[in-house]
T-cell receptor
């Protein structure tokens, strides 16, 4: 049963620490999305990759966030330094670049920055 | 103005009733529209997609699209308590990025 795998599931850290979240997209998928979900803002798009190339990261705070795809099986989202306002659930989703294809979401990383 | 707007709710309907969820979007050139369901503490999952003006039915769910009005809706017939969740409207822009609305919380009372 193909699925998107995200690690860690939960992360508690102190303000100022670096946080790295990892995502393994479904084999054969060539698009990867990172979203952040909070009660106030809902699901916000942070970054979007196609064939490992970043296509849109306009929703991501550039001074502290970075997103990469070192290879087709791994996407990473880093926050350095982390701040309490970064506390949220971070979802990774993968799909194909056909218009009518659905996205498959991972289980998310629940991040708490104290 | 947000790119995709939904009433946050909560929307409460009795079991067996029709639940109507609405969404508007700002990008006129968008071509693909989706409804995702998210149970509390879980990740979103796709329940409907629609690309052409009009209605699309799948079991108890009907998606409606009006591109001239930039409006998408989801009707759930014979609502069940198991339908209680947050429903997210999503719009795919040219270039492929998928933008979500804030979601409407639906509560179906037995």
């Amino acid at each position: 049963d193909a699925r998107v795998t995200q690690t860690p599931r939960h992360k508690v850290t102190e303000m100022g620490q670096e946080v790295t979240m990892r995502c393994q997209p479904i084999l054969g998928h060539n698009t990867v999305f990172w979203y952040r979900q909070t009660m106030m803002q809902g699901l916000e798009l942070l970054a979007y990759f196609r064939n490992r190339a970043p296509l849109d990261d306009s929703g991501m705070p550039k001074d502290r966030f970075s997103a990469e795809m070192p290879d087709a099986t791994l996407a990473t989202l880093k926050i350095q330094p982390s701040e309490p306002r970064d506390s949220a659930v971070y979802f990774c989703a993968s799909g194909t670049d056909r218009e009518n294809e659905k996205l498959f979401f991972g289980s998310g990383t629940q991040l708490s920055v104290l | 103005q947000k790119e995709v707007e939904q009433n946050s709710g909560p929307l409460s309907v009795p079991e067996g009733a029709i639940a109507s969820l609405n969404c508007t979007y700002s990008d006129r050139v968008s071509q693909s529209f989706f409804w995702y369901r998210q149970y509390s503490g879980k990740s979103p999952e796709l329940i409907m997609s629609i690309y052409s003006n009009g209605d699309k039915e799948d079991g108890r769910f009907t998606a409606q699209l009006n591109k001239a009005s930039q409006y998408v809706s989801l009707l759930i017939r014979d609502s069940q308590p198991s339908d209680s969740a947050t429903y997210l409207c999503a719009v795919r822009h040219q270039g492929g990025k998928l933008i979500f609305g804030q979601g409407t919380e639906l509560s179906v009372k037995p």
